[in-house]
């Protein structure tokens, strides 16, 4: 309704690109017993293509008409990259991590920028991205935010720095406030103990 209210506003037709695109997902992100699904192992023939395609289709129109995109088509162009990719290593994470620095720009926010770690580190490698994520470790914003631990376990995890990831999966798993992502937490923090063992 609202794109039919305001059609020659980008930032519209960006807010409803990205509504369809991350709404597309929806059933991918959960498995059968509730447990969440992380975005690289998610299955990706699960994804609603329809909406997929009228997300695209809205982007279209938001591209068309922005001359400076704003931060709902900058994440709708996120979403995108996700979208259009057949597999996760078919990803364009060097885009996506172009698309969170002009974001980091536009509407600067922490969150944005612990997203834009992630995506430098699968552009460019894990150490990039924690060079990024560790700046933001005494961010207030961020104190009792369970995704920052659970990003910087990842990538110590992906150096094959198992006890500080082990540590950093603890310490996310107490900051969740959802059962089934405090499991997958734990279960995370385990599989580093037992590679040091």
Do not use: K
Request: hydrophobic letters at 50%.
């Amino acid at each position: 309704m609202l794109a039919e209210l305001a059609p020659e506003e980008p930032e519209v037709h960006g807010l409803v690109a990205l509504m369809e695109i991350q709404a597309s997902r929806l059933r991918a992100r959960v498995g059968p017993a509730g447990e969440p699904i992380l975005l690289l192992d998610q299955d990706r023939a699960a994804w609603d293509h329809m909406l997929i395609g009228r997300g695209l289709a809205a982007l279209g129109r938001a591209r068309r008409q922005a001359r400076n995109p704003g931060p709902y088509v900058l994440q709708a162009e996120i979403a995108a990259c996700h979208a259009r990719a057949t597999s996760a290593d078919q990803t364009d994470w060097t885009h996506i991590a172009s698309m969170y620095a002009a974001l980091a720009a536009a509407a600067p926010s922490p969150i944005v920028d612990l997203n834009r770690g992630v995506a430098v580190s699968m552009a460019q490698g894990a150490a990039a991205g924690l060079a990024i994520v560790d700046e933001l470790v005494r961010e207030p914003a961020l104190r009792e935010y369970h995704l920052l631990p659970s990003v910087r376990g990842d990538l110590l995890a992906r150096l094959e720095r198992f006890d500080e990831a082990r540590a950093e999966f603890e310490r996310a798993a107490s900051l969740a406030r959802n059962q089934r992502e405090q499991d997958l937490l734990i279960g995370r923090a385990r599989d580093c103990a037992a590679r040091l063992s």
